[in-house]
């Protein structure tokens, strides 16, 4: 059973950091590139930023790029996102996604976890 498990979310104030951690079992974990994306209430769900399976491509929404950095450990089988200079507007639950190939579309990806809550006060 392949679980997706995300952890670090929480509140804080404009302009701190915040880490994500994503762990993935059930999977050969390198095999799968490795998305997050986020969900603010009333809206869609949006691409946040993907790596490979490898690590060595990364892309990530305009929104967020300069800010955020996606990273993966495969030998803890587990994807980050490190974000710094938190905006209000970042104020969303945070998915992390596994999948075949890097893409920027969620329809690509295979599993989900179940989200954490990021909260950014201004």
């Known amino acids: 059973q392949v679980q997706l498990v995300e952890s670090g979310g929480g509140l804080v104030q404009a302009g701190g950091s915040l880490r994500l951690s994503c762990t993935a079992s059930g999977v050969t974990f390198k095999n799968y590139a490795m998305g997050w994306f986020r969900q603010a209430p009333g809206k869609e769900r949006e691409f946040v930023a993907t790596i490979s399976g490898t690590g060595g491509t990364t892309h990530y929404a305009d929104s967020v790029k300069g800010r955020f950095t996606i990273s993966r450990d495969n030998a803890k089988s587990t994807v980050y996102l490190q974000m710094n200079s938190l905006k209000p507007e970042d104020t969303a639950v945070y998915y992390c996604?596994?999948?075949?190939?890097?893409?920027?579309?969620?329809?690509?990806?295979?599993?989900w976890g179940q989200g954490t809550q990021v909260t950014v006060s201004s």
């Open positions: 996604a596994a999948g075949p190939i890097i893409s920027y579309g969620g329809s690509t990806y295979r599993y």
